[in-house]
């Protein structure tokens, strides 16, 4: 497994990944439908790492461009697009890895804002929320593209979670309560 974190610039503080979020440009996928299709030769590892002919993508730059073009299918597919061409890619699980949280304010004043396996930044609220599917919990990032929570930023929601006391246990983050156990 590569240790993404140790080559990420992470933001020191809330208002950074605010900033960063505010200025993030990214391609318009979503708009380009090219008629080339494909298979990339490429998947992303359930623990986030980025494949390509099964060997590892050891450039953390060239996984970040990567990540800027890519799309979640309407069928769940996962592609990497361009203009010119859209090549599948296999996700084993979540396209990203939640692995740094920053936390401000309390209660329903609460804002947390995540640094993805990628250097993205997203902050948790009403386009941006989190779940849990098989008991393991996952944030929207973008366009149905998820990044699964690692399991220490997980284990810091949950001491958000017990210290505040709600029922049932979550955290909120821009107005939203996100419950951070499965339905009995």
Same mark, same amino acid.
Do not use: C
């Given at each position: *497994? ?18 960063? #979020? ?10 380009? %439908? @090219? ?6 030769? *490429? !998947? ?7 494949? %390509?002919? $099964?060997?590892?993508?050891?450039? @953390?730059? *060239? ?14 597919? %996962? ?8 090549? $599948?890619?296999?996700?084993? $699980?979540?396209?990203?890895?939640? #692995? ?11 804002? =947390? ?7 993205? @930044? #997203?902050?948790?609220? @009403? ?6 599917? $098989?008991?393991?919990?996952?944030? %929207?990032? !973008?366009?149905? =593209? ?24 979550? #955290? ?13």
């Amino acid at each position: *497994m590569i240790d993404t974190r140790a080559t990420l610039d992470l933001p020191a503080s809330l208002s950074e990944i605010a900033q960063a #979020v505010a200025a993030q440009k990214l391609p318009p996928v979503e708009s380009w %439908h @090219p008629e080339r299709t494909g298979d990339s030769e *490429m !998947r992303i590892a359930r623990d986030g790492t980025w494949f %390509h002919q $099964d060997a590892p993508i050891p450039r @953390p730059e *060239m996984v970040r461009l990567f990540s800027t073009i890519l799309r979640r299918e309407a069928d769940g597919r %996962h592609v990497l697009v361009t203009p010119a061409e859209k090549l $599948d890619i296999l996700v084993e $699980d979540a396209a990203f890895i939640a #692995v740094a949280l920053q936390s401000e304010g309390e209660r329903e004043g609460r804002r =947390l804002g995540f640094t993805l396996n990628t250097g993205d @930044p #997203v902050i948790a609220g @009403p386009e941006h929320g989190i779940s849990l599917r $098989d008991g393991a919990p996952y944030l %929207h990032v !973008r366009g149905g =593209l998820e990044a699964r929570i690692a399991r220490p930023v997980y284990y810091e929601l949950a001491d958000i979670a017990i210290a505040e006391g709600g029922d049932p246990p979550g #955290v909120w983050s821009e107005g939203v309560y996100f419950p951070l156990m499965d339905a009995a």
